[in-house]
């Protein structure tokens, strides 16, 4: 992983040593390619299910073993087996195929990889201690085998904790957990040289920018769009380290101040003005740092307790199903925070998010492709050049503007999605294939309306 990469390049992939999908009682997934139709599920434990004979005859040495002590479960204990609870049944069956040489083992694919994963163990705190080494007696109680002593298996939970990766789609939608040894070994940077895409289950790591011969490659555990404070914050409660990369040195600096104002603060008074505000050193208000007007703390207070209110509001309006009232709410949300918030806020941007997704539910195309081009400026601001959300959002623009009949702006948006998206997710996935389709359709459809004027 020290070698010369190019953008766009493939450093490395790795199938999972152990994946599950992330099945609830609301959906279910394939345990062999994750897909959610065409499902059956196996008839012995009345757990796993398959999308057709072909995903069960490949994992068939694995779940033969897993349904046998799931199959040993009354119902209610059955219902019980969480995914995580799963995926560390499918840890231990599959290191004793490996060691009964039933499943071959490969130096890339061998339980010794996962023994040398980091625990953590001294870092994590009594209750979360005390919650590994229940589940770990559950486990223990499953797989009843006195070999295995419940400390081992509260220390891979541990492991699965900082080192298991969430398996998403090519539109980075959540699918499953799995295990990939050798990609956790790749380090942790908040501005990372590549970026890790699943391919169905296949993890994928591709360089987003020129990686000299020599230079680490780095990849990003967490969501990059936030403060330093913010992202710290997230990787010692998870990942249990401190980030010393090139942004989190500057925390403290100005730069960094400003930028932290700028993605997690407050707008100044004055619509025309686009600084950014600073708490005054007596702890009464905000001061613009651009014009010096000041807002105060009890300005703030109110609206903020106002879109607190409604947040609230609209948890219980979503689990009633009330989607048109759940979008009024968020619009009267989103013009309070416009008054509250710098324009390039995370916090706008994740309420127009919220609804752009239900919006688009509802098929009113028009609105979501409103609030969607209000994003782009922020995601540009938040992300770097070669993100794939940044490239998703384009990709979701496109397809509204197309859709709405904008075929000059659908062009724009399209052609940028796989600028960047040819890099991050390459161009061989039906994903891709797919995107690249659609905007060769655009392309024509233009073509043909100017030869059409032409005439």
């Not at 295995?148 to 957990?177: D, M, Q, V, Y």
């Not at 391919?199 to 969501?223: C, D, F, M, N, T």
């Not at 010096?292 to 948890?315: D, F, P, Q, Y």
């Not at 959002?393 to 600028?419: H, P, R």
Request: charged residues 25%.
């Amino acid at each position: 992983m020290f070698s010369f990469h190019v953008s766009g390049e493939v450093i490395i992939s790795q199938e999972p040593y152990v994946c599950v999908p992330n099945n609830s009682s609301s959906i279910s997934r394939c345990d062999g390619c994750f897909a959610s139709s065409n499902l059956k599920k196996c008839s012995a434990c009345q757990v796993v299910w398959y999308c057709g004979s072909n995903c069960q005859k490949l994992d068939w040495k694995l779940h033969r073993l897993e349904c046998q002590v799931l199959s040993r479960l009354d119902k209610e204990k059955r219902k019980s087996v969480t995914p995580s609870i799963r995926l560390m049944l499918k840890l231990y069956l599959r290191r004793k195929l490996q060691n009964d040489n039933v499943i071959p083992s490969t130096t890339t694919d061998n339980y010794s990889l996962v023994e040398a994963l980091v625990a953590h163990m001294s870092d994590i705190d009594e209750k979360q201690l005390l919650l590994y080494a229940q589940i770990a007696n559950l486990v223990n109680l499953i797989l009843q085998w006195p070999e295995i002593s419940i400390n081992e298996i509260a220390e891979n939970f541990s492991k699965l904790a900082c080192n298991a990766h969430t398996i998403c789609n090519s539109e980075l939608r959540p699918l499953g957990t799995g295990l990939y040894p050798v990609i956790s070994i790749i380090n942790h940077s908040c501005l990372p040289n590549a970026v890790l895409v699943f391919e169905g289950r296949l993890a994928v790591v591709r360089a987003v920018q020129h990686v000299p011969k020599g230079a680490e490659v780095l990849i990003s555990y967490i969501e990059t769009a936030g403060s330093t404070m913010t992202r710290q914050k997230a990787l010692k409660e998870q990942y249990l380290f401190t980030c010393t990369c090139p942004r989190c040195i500057k925390l403290g600096q100005f730069d960094d101040i400003q930028e932290s104002a700028i993605l997690e603060g407050y707008r100044c008074k004055d619509d025309g003005c686009s600084g950014f505000l600073l708490r005054d050193s007596d702890d009464k208000g905000f001061t613009c740092q651009q014009c010096g007007l000041v807002r105060s703390k009890e300005e703030i207070k109110k609206i903020a307790s106002e879109v607190n209110i409604l947040s609230k509001k609209t948890l219980a309006l979503t689990s009633c199903g009330n989607h048109q009232e759940v979008v009024s709410t968020y619009k009267m949300i989103e013009k309070l925070q416009k008054k509250l918030y710098h324009p390039f806020s995370v916090n706008l941007m994740q309420t127009r998010e919220k609804l752009i997704k239900i919006l688009m539910e509802l098929e009113d195309w028009k609105e979501a492709l409103a609030y969607c081009q209000l994003t782009i400026p922020v995601y540009q601001r938040v992300y770097p050049q070669f993100h794939p959300l940044l490239g998703l959002q384009y990709y979701t623009c496109g397809k509204l503007e197309w859709f709405l009949g904008d075929t000059e702006n659908a062009i724009k948006s399209m052609t940028e999605a796989v600028e960047i998206l040819r890099i991050t997710h390459g161009t061989n996935s039906p994903f891709m294939k797919e995107l690249i389709l659609k905007l060769e359709e655009a392309q024509a459809e233009a073509s043909y309306k100017l030869s059409s004027k032409d005439e």
